[in-house]
């Protein structure tokens, strides 16, 4: 029933280690995002993909990598972790320039605590 | 000028109250002005959402108004409830790129009882 699902929920992890975050949506959407929301709450775009290809790519260290297997999957790869890098990762999905208006739906989060 | 500024930070109000969060962009390519509503552990959820060819849009007690000269966008909560206190975030896109949104900083509603 889950529309946008995130593995895992909360992952703590020491600085310098490599992490993966999953997303999955059975939403039959064709564009995933990844967002980074930090303490203050603000909300920030990092990549998305249109069927499998990076169509946004913001400025985001090249230690974050998108991998998107099928239209169904956008994982993210962190490599050497830093303190700066704790925050909510969330994942969304929308189906391009379909109504209403393109609604991105959001997974629940992962918290992602560097120590 | 991809910035979307959003005040106030947090806001207060009684229950059947009427909070007002406002917007305001500079990118005037921006051309689809949604509004989320993220409760707490929970992922954002679209609540409204607006182009520009309308000046106002309402969908049971939420309403957006968008004055696109002043290039300003405002959500209004009609007969607020306690079950509306959540994290309010506007956002700025332009439709046909990707989807890619710009977000406002956020406004923490609470709606006393």
């Known amino acids: 029933d889950t529309a946008v699902s995130q593995t895992p929920k909360y992952l703590v992890t020491q600085m310098g280690n490599d992490k993966s975050i999953k997303c999955e949506q059975n939403?039959?959407?064709?564009?995933m995002y990844w967002y980074k929301q930090d303490s203050k709450k603000f909300l920030k775009i990092m990549f998305s993909?249109?069927?499998?290809?990076?169509?946004i790519n913001e400025t985001v260290p090249n230690r974050f990598s998108p991998k998107s297997p099928d239209k169904a999957h956008l994982n993210l790869h962190i490599n050497s972790l830093e303190l700066g890098d704790s925050a909510v990762y969330f994942c969304?999905?929308?189906?391009?320039?379909?109504?209403?208006?393109?609604?991105?739906?959001f997974g629940p989060g992962t918290r992602l605590t560097v120590l | 000028q991809q910035q979307v500024k959003q005040s106030p930070q947090s806001l207060i109000v009684q229950k059947g109250g009427i909070p007002i969060i406002n917007c305001a962009y500079e990118n005037t390519a921006f051309d689809y002005f949604p509004w989320y509503q993220q409760f707490p552990g929970k992922g954002p959820a679209l609540l409204i959402a607006?182009?520009?060819?309308?000046s106002e849009k309402k969908e049971g007690r939420f309403t957006i108004s968008f004055n696109k000269s002043a290039k300003q966008f405002s959500l209004h909560i009609m007969d607020s409830q306690p079950g509306d206190s959540a994290t309010y975030f506007c956002?700025?896109?332009?439709?046909?790129?990707?989807?890619?949104?710009?977000f406002g900083q956020g406004t923490e509603l609470s709606v006393k009882p």
């Open positions: 993909y249109n069927n499998k290809e990076l169509i």
């Open positions: 939403l039959g959407h064709d564009t």
């Open positions: 956002a700025a896109g332009i439709y046909n790129q990707g989807g890619k949104l710009i």
């Open positions: 607006i182009r520009p060819d309308v």
């Open positions: 969304a999905s929308s189906q391009r320039l379909q109504p209403p208006l393109g609604e991105q739906f």
